[in-house]
Every structure is written in C-alpha cells, then in structure tokens.
C-alpha cells in the first residue's frame, strides 16, 4: 500500500485538524510520543478520537490538544508548541493513517485504524 505524506501549511492546521475530530467517530487511534530524551512512549492504544484541535486564543494559543477515549476515562496530551504537521495518507483510498505533530526535540505521532465488526461490537457493550 502506498502512502502520500502532506505537510499543512500551518494557517491551514486549525481547520484541518477540525475536521478531522468532525470524521466517523468508530476510527479508533493510537498515539505515541517520541523525543531524543525518552524515546517512543505510547500514550493511547485503540481509542476513540474525541476531539483534536489547535488553541487559537489565550496563553496556550499555538499548541495542540488530542483526546482520546471513552466516557468513563479520556486521555488529554497538550503539545505546547508544534512546529510540523504532516498527514499521511493512502494513495488510493485518501484516508487519513497518521498525523505527525512535529515539536522541538521530538514528535507525536497519531494513527488512525478502523476497528473489525467484532471489535466494535464488543466496544459497545
């Protein structure tokens, strides 16, 4: 399967990361973050997206908000101050696989997975 990776312009990141958090709620990520200090930390696995957005107002305006998970627990991981978004998608299909959000020193990763018809039955329950 081929990939396409696209850089969004960063006076596109606001819009573009709406709606992505407006897409089919059943896509379940996961969310990893990676630095030169720590390495690869995974911070969500096989969780629903419930909102991804960027802070336009206030002391945190720049950084970027992800949260994930169900309503009896969510995770929230702020990135302070990104400086890359990179999309990758399937060339054939142009759906979204993974979000890279590029920071100093290091870099969160998102990628985006539909669950089987098993899985999202027993997710229900």
């Known amino acids: 399967m081929a990939h396409i990776n696209q850089e969004i312009p960063r006076e596109q990141w606001a819009s573009y990361l709406a709606g992505i958090s407006k897409q089919d709620a059943t896509?379940?990520?996961?969310?990893?973050?990676?630095?030169?200090?720590?390495?690869?930390?995974?911070?969500?696995?096989?969780?629903?997206?419930?909102d991804i957005s960027l802070e336009t107002k206030g002391s945190d305006s720049g950084a970027v908000q992800i949260i994930v998970g169900r309503e009896d627990g969510r995770i929230t991981h702020?990135?302070?101050e990104p400086d890359l978004l990179i999309a990758e998608v399937d060339s054939q299909s142009g759906a979204l696989e993974c979000l890279e959000i590029g920071e100093r020193g290091g870099k969160t990763l998102i990628f985006f997975e539909r669950p089987t018809e098993a899985e999202e039955v027993s997710a229900r329950f």
């Open 27 to 50: 896509q379940w990520v996961r969310v990893e973050s990676i630095d030169a200090d720590t390495g690869d930390q995974p911070l969500a696995d096989r969780l629903p997206l419930v």
């Open 78 to 80: 702020r990135i302070l």
